[in-house]
Nanobody, 118 residues
Framework: QLRLVESGGGLVQPGGSLRLSCAAS????????IGWFRRAPGKEREGVSC????????TYADSVKGRFTISKDNAKNTVWLQMNSLKPEDTAIYYC???????????WGQGTQVTVSS
């Protein structure tokens, strides 16, 4: 059964860091692009970051560029999103997904809550 399971969310103060994990099962990351998305309260879902199947190409939303880093380990079948210098506006539910364009996503994780607040 194909699954994506996120973990690592939580409550953090502004300026703090969190590392989100996305563990894949039922398929191998060697052959798939993986995206991170988020949905903040009252807002539409937005793409945050993407990593290609080889890991050679990564992309970021302008709002997180320079603060977030996406990485993967195909041997562990896991993708991470390192989030530094967090801001209150980063508060959202974060989802990983198979594929990076929302219209092409075929599997979503259940999401993990990130709250940035003092």
């Amino acid at each position: 059964q194909l699954r994506l399971v996120e973990s690592g969310g939580g409550l953090v103060q502004p300026g703090g860091s969190l590392r989100l994990s996305c563990a894949a099962s039922g398929f191998t990351l060697d052959y798939e692009n993986i995206g991170w998305f988020r949905r903040a309260p009252g807002k539409e879902r937005e793409g945050v970051s993407c990593i290609t199947r080889s890991g050679a190409i990564t992309t970021y939303a302008d709002s997180v560029k320079g603060r977030f880093t996406i990485s993967k380990d195909n041997a562990k079948n896991t993708v991470w999103l390192q989030m530094n210098s967090l801001k209150p506006e980063d508060t959202a539910i974060y989802y990983c997904a198979r594929q990076c364009l929302v219209d092409t996503v075929d599997y979503w994780g259940q999401g993990t809550q990130v709250t940035v607040s003092s």
